[in-house]
T-cell receptor, first 115, second 113 residues
Framework: GAVVSQHPSWVICKSGTSVKIECRSLDFQATTMFWYRQFPKQSLMLMATSNEGSKATYEQGVEKDKFLINHASLTLSTLTVTSAHPEDSSFYIC???????????FGPGTRLTVT | QQQVKQSPQSLIVQKGGISIINCAYENTAFDYFPWYQQFPGKGPALLIAIRPDVSEKKEGRFTISFNKSAKQFSLHIMDSQPGDSATYFCAASVEAAGNKLTFGGGTRVLVKP
């Protein structure tokens, strides 16, 4: 149990286009989902916290108009990278908070490459 | 300000040996301390977690030791295997504040056969 999926696992897009990444909790409900960014050989950097039915809370320095987060249901959150640029190329990882167990489970990540 | 400091950045251990990774935190409000294992190109996977009311927790070959007064906690991997070669992250959070995790910098572990 406690499986989190992400789609796509890998995406290449051209500079200036937008990309949407989906994060789903497959076998549990998640009132809170988190989005992280990870550069090679670095730790995870929290980008934002999303709660079902409310606006996401962004960490300092994260552009909310560039990284649009929607938490449409208790099992789905999406991250849209708008007007992507090469510097947005990174590994994006979501996690879901399994509230009844107070544990956070991570998705497999999405590798975004902007050309 | 890095609130969770992890060391070492990397370590090499022989098969069958013990891998030890240490973390120190600053925020005394932290009340949940998980460890994650991450393989290249994959998301982190929860290994084991501890809360401040216990000083040690063991699950299989993995043990967390927790020292509340020193604000330190560590992961011990006993009988290390080549399959344990991965990056390990400690983290901490305040559950009442929404369980937002603060991660350590990570430790790359290489287990030599």
């Amino acid at each position: 149990g406690a499986v989190v999926s992400q789609h796509p696992s890998w995406v290449i897009c051209k500079s200036g286009t937008s990309v949407k990444i989906e994060c789903r909790s497959l076998d549990f409900q998640a009132t809170t989902m988190f989005w992280y960014r990870q550069f090679p050989k670095q730790s995870l950097m929290l980008m934002a916290t999303s709660n079902e039915g409310s606006k996401a809370t962004y960490e300092q320095g994260v552009e909310k108009d560039k990284f649009l987060i929607n938490h449409a249901s208790l099992t789905l959150s999406t991250l849209t990278v708008t007007s992507a640029h090469p510097e947005d190329s990174s590994f994006y990882i979501c996690s879901a908070d399994r509230v009844d167990y107070y544990e956070q489970y991570f998705g497999p990540g999405t590798r975004l490459t902007v050309t | 300000q890095q609130q969770v400091k992890q060391s070492p950045q990397s370590l090499i251990v022989q098969k069958g040996g013990i891998s030890i990774i240490n973390c120190a935190y600053e925020n005394t409000a932290f009340d949940y301390f998980p460890w994650y294992q991450q393989f290249p190109g994959k998301g982190p996977a929860l290994l084991i977690a501890i809360r401040p009311d216990v000083s040690e927790k063991k699950e299989g070959r993995f043990t967390i030791s927790f020292n509340k007064s020193a604000k330190q906690f560590s992961l011990h991997i006993m009988d290390s295997q080549p399959g344990d070669s991965a990056t390990y992250f400690c983290a901490a959070s305040v559950e009442a504040a929404g369980n937002k995790l603060t991660f350590g910098g990570g430790t790359r572990v290489l287990v030599k056969p």
